[in-house]
């Protein structure tokens, strides 16, 4: 249990001051001197990811333009909670983040307080991609389309359940499904790409994920994607219909993993980290490996990033308020 609290200080402002004063030491530093310590890069993505192969990717590239290795210290988990609080918790300029835009714009939805200041203590360095994710069903369930799979819902409620990658495809959906009163149990999962491999084998009526695990599965006859959640249909899989083309513009959102520095972070040393980001996406070898995940490059700016990440934020904010964000217990 936590002490009473006797300082003479006002509790916001005593809370406050070791964050202020990292902050002041981290602004400090001057970037050139930076990586001055060993570089860890805490991931949220779990193995065999898209956002687990785009860490990678990025740490090699800053590795080989920095001299010095960038190991991977993967956190998956908690929809993204437990890499956010262990990155948070590291010291100052000793590691950066990589997380999937949902880590900020749906966890403050879904949990009433968080370890951290999303906004404050995780400062958006750049995007890598736009990840596209998307909708599927056991290869030999019977609905073939969105629509078909929502009517079978209608019809016998409770009986198909679904599962979600985090972030706004799990928020959209489940307001759908309430905006719809439709009756489709959630299963969550701890590592949420086990709802591929229930999905597959014919556990779980439908999952919501990334589409680079899916693919290999629908090619093979295990999975039917039904349809994309961006509004560009996707490289990988040209022939899928987009939410809005199958008839559900409310389930529309984009992904897009990214670096994410730490709260103070000085503006030369994020300036260089994002142009060095930048590189790192544009090498043809690098834009060849997106391809055959699927994935399309986001080059982007600091502050082009922020907003990005502001504007889907207040989008499922708007959708929460109306529908709620938390699962059912």
């Keep these: 249990m936590n002490q009473p609290y006797r300082s003479g200080l006002p509790r916001r402002a005593a809370l406050a001051l ?7 030491r981290a602004q400090g530093q001057p970037a ?12 949220t993505g779990s193995p065999g990811t898209s956002t687990d192969v785009l860490v990678r990717l990025v740490a090699e590239g800053l ?3 920095l001299g010095q290795p960038f190991p991977v210290d993967a956190k998956p988990g908690a929809d993204g909670l437990i890499g956010a609080q262990a990155f948070v918790q590291a010291t100052p300029g000793s590691a950066l ?31 890598t991609c736009t990840d596209f994710l998307a909708y599927a069903v056991h290869g030999d369930f019977p609905a073939r389309t969105l629509a078909e799979m929502f009517e079978r819902v209608r019809a016998e409620p409770g009986r198909y359940s679904w599962s979600s990658a985090p972030g706004g495809t799990y928020l959209l959906t489940l307001a759908y499904l309430k905006q719809q009163g439709l009756d489709m149990p959630f299963i969550s999962y701890r590592v949420t790409t ?31 994607i039904l349809a994309v959640t961006p509004a560009l249909r996707a490289p990988r899989a ?5 939410a809005r083309e199958a008839g559900f513009p409310m389930l529309e959102v984009e ?28 090498v043809p070898d690098v834009v060849e490996r997106f391809r055959g995940l699927g994935l399309v490059p986001r080059p982007s700016t600091p502050a082009r990033f922020a907003a990005d990440l502001a504007s889907l934020h207040e989008k499922l904010a708007a959708v929460a308020r109306v529908y709620g964000a938390r699962p059912a217990e």
Excluded at 32 to 43: E, L, Y
Excluded at 113 to 118: A, F, I, V
Excluded at 210 to 222: F, I, M, S, Y
């Design 194 to 224: 086990q709802g591929v491999t229930d999905t597959a084998a014919g556990r779980v009526a439908m999952t919501v994920q990334p589409l680079t695990p899916l693919v290999p599965l629908a090619q093979d006859g295990r999975l039917r």
């Design 97 to 127: 983040f990589f997380t999937n835009a949902g880590t900020i714009t749906t966890l403050p939805l879904m949990h009433e307080r968080l370890p951290y200041d999303t906004t404050a203590d995780l400062v958006p360095i750049a995007p």
């Design 63 to 65: 590795a080989e333009r």
């Design 18 to 24: 070791p964050a202020l004063l990292v902050a002041i």
């Design 255 to 282: 992904g897009f993993p990214g670096v994410f520095g730490w709260k103070g972070m000085p503006a030369p040393l994020l300036a260089r980290l994002n142009a060095m980001v930048q590189e790192i996406i544009s």
């Design 32 to 43: 050139s001197t930076w990586p001055d310590q060993p570089i860890r890069f805490v991931s």
């Design 238 to 242: 040209p022939e899928v219909p987009t």
